[in-house]
C-alpha cells in the first residue's frame, strides 16, 4: 500500500524530463532493486535554478525522486547539505517495509547533491 505522499508523487511526478544543458549530472542506482535515477541539475546565482530527472525503478523510487527535486529546487547546495536524516525520512512519510530502500536511495541523492561543488 502507498501512503498519500508516494501516491500523489508517483501519480503526479514533478520535474520529471531532461535539462538539455544541466550544469551537474547525478546518476544513482540501487543495486537491491535494480532501481536507477539519472538527475540535471541547472544552478543560478548559488541556487538550484531547475532539476530534472528520468527514473527507471518501482514506484516508490519515482516518487521519491519526485520529492527530492520538488524539495531541492530553489536551494543552496549548502542548505541541501544541513537536511537531516530525520528531515530525509519525514519526506516520504510512513513506508511499508519492501519501501523502505527508498530512504537509502533519498539519502544518496542528498549526499550525491551536497557534494556538488557551490555554483
Do not use: W
Not at 540501487?30 to 528520468?54: E, Q, S, W
Not at 525503478?57 to 519515482?62: E, F, P, W, Y
Amino acid at each position: 500500500m502507498y501512503n498519500d505522499i508516494i501516491a500523489e508523487h508517483f501519480m503526479n511526478p514533478r520535474n520529471i524530463g531532461e535539462l538539455e544543458h544541466p550544469d551537474e549530472r547525478i546518476s544513482i542506482g540501487n543495486p537491491i532493486c535494480g532501481d536507477t535515477i539519472h538527475l540535471g541539475v541547472a544552478f543560478k546565482d548559488g541556487r538550484i535554478a531547475d532539476m530534472k530527472y528520468k527514473a527507471y525503478g518501482c514506484a516508490t523510487s519515482i516518487a521519491t525522486v519526485s520529492v527530492f527535486s520538488e524539495f531541492a529546487i530553489g536551494k543552496s547546495v549548502s542548505e541541501i547539505r544541513k537536511t537531516s536524516s530525520e528531515d530525509m525520512e519525514a519526506m516520504l512519510g510512513e513506508l511499508e517495509p519492501n519501501q523502505m530502500h527508498c530512504l537509502d536511495i533519498l539519502s544518496e541523492l542528498f549526499q550525491s547533491l551536497g557534494t556538488v561543488k557551490e555554483v
